[in-house]
């Protein structure tokens, strides 16, 4: 038997204006593909103990942080969120304050203000990630100089920030932890799913959660978790 879809309404950004949307990602498909997975899992979310830690990586407009914040409701769940802009952490907490989520922005690049603290303590990790292919000077000036290039430009196959991020997350997931990476075709997603079965030896596993086209792309949210012994 099916479980019926749990709707969970868009987080309201009537807060943020024009110029917000010039230094700091509009919404767009590759965001919404991301909420639909998490939609799609809001059984399972609801099921973890209360308490947990929800870490977002490039936060942005903070749509996605406030989006997990009405999945787990009234919950004691810390919400942490990174980026590397000093524009989008303002509009994370302001969007956290429009939709009644308590979402701590830092400024910081991925989780370079996290560790070691939160080594095995994320239980919900999230990441839209710059993902489109440019050459590796194009990447480096965007993400040395934050703004809007920096939320777009991800190095040869698009994967440059992504694995730097890959690589760390067997030390920062939980016992329980789950994460969330929006991913294109170009950035070969099932070769992602196998490089980390591979690297992390049966710690964790993965899957293709969701995958949609938009326009002339292919997207694609993939789901790793770590294996229970």
Partial sequence: MTTPLISIATPNLDHLTKLDYEVVYDPAEDSFILLDALELDVPE?????SGRVCVEIGSGSGIVS???GSILGGTDALYLATDINPHATKCTLGTGLQNSVAINPIL???TTSLLPRLDHKIDI???NPPYVPTSLAEMDLTQNAPGIGSTWAGGEDGMDVTAV????IDDLLSPIGVFYLVAIRQNKPLEIIASIRKKFEGRLDGKVALQRRAGGEMLFVLKFWRVQP
């Fill in 45 to 49: 979310l609801r099921a973890g103990p």
């Fill in 125 to 127: 990790l999230l990441f």
């Fill in 108 to 110: 910081t690049s991925l």
């Fill in 66 to 68: 406030s989006f997990i």
């Fill in 165 to 168: 991020l890959l690589s760390q």
